[in-house]
Structures are given as structure tokens and as C-alpha cells.
């Protein structure tokens, strides 16, 4: 296991704005080429965003930084590797009908 | 790109719902996070406010020494494909820069008061109010601890009144899911009232 800033090389904001926790990852499968230049902690990012996953969610399963996993998914997404899809904050979030099945579930509980 | 590499199975993105935790250092932040849902570990960078640390580097350089520290962290899976995500805010002041991005697009956020220390949440309370973020307030009952009213707290807390607080008992799971219900009730009462 290589110390997590090892593997961004001191990197611990990715470009631009940051990602939410609540944002959806989804990775492609790299290719020959591809796997020149990851490094093992991008191709463990990938395996785990195979399917949807939020930033949240695939920090704690890999047991990596917050900050760390936003640079992996930086390096992925400049490459094509994966895609995010971040809510905005008046899309789903404060969605009447999802908070209504919110609180339909929570009284369930 | 080729967009062929990413044609994934439909359905099965999940709809992610945030609720943040705020409330001072010690108020039950994680107790509330561990009984009411799945408590996930989580690390993240420069919250070393809840340490006790100083903060000693004030250029932004990330200091060489690892500073991650664990965050509050759950969730709550409902067969409806909604996960409803908690996440604690750290406590100081100085870290108040992490929140910004906690609570954009969050439902809603939960302010845990302690009576032996009700200014502990005063910040937490301003920074709710400033971003018009609909909030509750939580009284954690503490054994031992004065146990005042609901008025009396509004009052010590100069809350407004459309502002709900519960009293609760965190380390109980019906209680901690009742504080949860309070304040999805309270996001959806004030997003009609603010639609009109």
C-alpha cells in the first residue's frame, strides 16, 4: 500500500470545483494504453465505479482521503475514465416527491 | 470519448439525499450518525479541529504529515433506490470553509445542542440561518444535564419560531429516526411555503 499523497504526488485539491460527496462516479473500462499510466489506486477507483457509486461511498470503501479520491477521479475524468454527475442543488435534493418517499421510509424505520 | 464505454444497466444510479450534523465538539454528533444509520468510516483532510489541534499552517500547503481525521459519516439504504446520506460538520469555527461544501445541495441540517453548553451552537446556527438552510435544533438529553423547555431554548438560542426543536435522546434509534423525520418535515413545510 503506497501512503495515499504518494499516489497524487502531493496533489490534495483536483482541478476546479470540488466535488460533492453526494456525487455520482462512473468509470469506463480502461484499455491496453490505459493501463500504462494508472496507477494502481486509479484502477482500484475503477473497479469499484463500475457501477454508479457516490464520491462518498468510494472514498470509504477504499478506505482512501476524501481528498485523494477527488484527485484519482480528476485524473479519470480529464482522461475519459469516468464520469460525475453532481446534483444541483435544486434538482433532486429538495425534490417534493423525493423528500415525501423520504419520509415515508424514515417512518417505516 | 467513445460513450459506448460507459452504457450501464438503467436504474441503477441512486438518488442521493444529504442531511448535515452539526453541534459543538462532544454534543453526539457520531452517536446520532451510528444509531440511525449504517456508520461508514470516511477520512478526510485539514479537519483537525475536533483533535483539538492548532491550526498551525495557515498558507494552505498540505503539511507533509498526514492530517486526515476521521469524519461522521452514514447512510440509510431504502428500497426505493433513495439513499439518505448523514454527514457530521466538524466543529470549530476555522474549519467552517469544509461546510460551505457540505451544505450545498443538502436537504436540510441538524444543530445537536447540549443544555450544559448551548453556545456551542450559536455558529452552527448563523451559518444555517445566513445560507437559508432549513435546520432543526436537537436537544440531546444528557444524563445529569439541566433539562429546560422548548421555550426556554428558543429563547436562549434567539431561534426564530418557524425554527423546530426536538428533544431527543440520540443514543436511542426511535428517537434519533424521529430528529431525522424533523427536519425532512421541516425542508418540505418551508419549500411549499417558499414556492407561493
Known sequence: ?109 | MSSTLFERPAGARPVAIKILIAGGFGVGKTTLVSTASEIRPLRTEGARSEAGHALDDVAGVQPKESTTVAMDFGRITFESNIVLYLFGTPGQERFWFMWEGLARGAVGAIVLADTRRLADCFGAIDFFEQRRTPFVVAVNHFDGAPRYGEARVRVALDLDPGVPIVMCDVRRRESAVQVLIAIVEHAMRLKGSRRV
Open chain 1, 1 to 109: 500500500m503506497v501512503r495515499p499523497y504518494a499516489v497524487t504526488r502531493g496533489r490534495t485539491r483536483s482541478q476546479g470545483r470540488q466535488l460533492d460527496l453526494v456525487a455520482v462516479v462512473v468509470g469506463a473500462a480502461p484499455s491496453r494504453m490505459d493501463r500504462r499510466w494508472l496507477e494502481p489506486e486509479h484502477l482500484r477507483v475503477l473497479s469499484r465505479c463500475r457501477q454508479p457509486v457516490t464520491v462518498a461511498d468510494l472514498a470509504s470503501d477504499l478506505d482512501l482521503p476524501l481528498g485523494v479520491v477527488r484527485v484519482l477521479i480528476g485524473d479519470l475524468t480529464d482522461k475519459g475514465l469516468a464520469r460525475v454527475s453532481t446534483p444541483a442543488p435544486s434538482e433532486f435534493a429538495r425534490d417534493e416527491a423525493v423528500l415525501r418517499m423520504v419520509l415515508d421510509e424514515l417512518h417505516t424505520l
